[in-house]
């Protein structure tokens, strides 16, 4: 395990349905991360898609659109610098989740779904999304991380499970 591990933020703004324009945010954060000696740069839940997608979700041709987004911004930040951990909407087996992928070494590297999806006020996510199991940590250079998303981080459940794994 490294001695120092350096996790930058990039607290942006992405736009919904944007995938180019939010991945070519990403690429100049993930720049400016590198130069400042970061190992890891953690982006916003759904970042790569927008928050909220709503219906945008249900689209197949979104999804897809939101894959190719993110294995294009694994490509280009593969020269170097540090892993990403970015939110995007990812599609296996038909369904749609709210999900946390690590990029790195130019690659997908792993993907972590959201497991509580709200359903009040503005929140419609379980209308749109698939809640999926319980994640372990996710290893990020040697170092590993508990990913939860959104209101999850206060839960007893996460921290068990993260213990656990």
């Known amino acids: ?11 942006l703004n992405p ?24 190992d890891v740069i953690v982006f916003p839940e759904l970042f790569i898609t927008g928050y ?4 945008l979700v249900l689209k197949p041709a979104f999804a897809a659109a939101a894959r190719r987004g993110l294995e294009d911004l694994a490509r280009d930040v593969a020269n170097g610098g ?7 909407v ?6 749609a989740y709210n999900s946390v992928a690590l990029l790195d070494e ?4 792993a993907v972590r779904y959201k497991v509580d999806l709200p359903n009040y006020g503005v929140f419609d996510e379980k ?6 199991p319980l994640p372990g940590p996710i290893n990020v250079r040697g170092v590993r991380l508990g990913v939860p998303t959104s ?7 996460w921290a068990d499970a993260l213990q656990c794994n």
């Open 82 to 88: 540090p892993a990403l951990i970015v939110g995007t």
């Open 1 to 11: 395990m490294p001695r120092t591990f350096k996790i930058a933020l990039a607290q």
């Open 127 to 132: 209308r749109v999304f698939h809640s999926g």
């Open 15 to 38: 736009v919904v349905g944007d995938i180019p324009g939010n991945v070519e945010k990403a690429k100049r954060a993930h720049a400016e991360a590198a130069q400042l000696g970061a």
């Open 106 to 109: 130019g690659a997908i590297q």
């Open 151 to 157: 209101e999850a981080t206060g839960q007893r459940k």
């Open 90 to 95: 990812w599609a296996e087996e038909g369904r």
């Open 52 to 55: 909220p997608p709503e219906d």
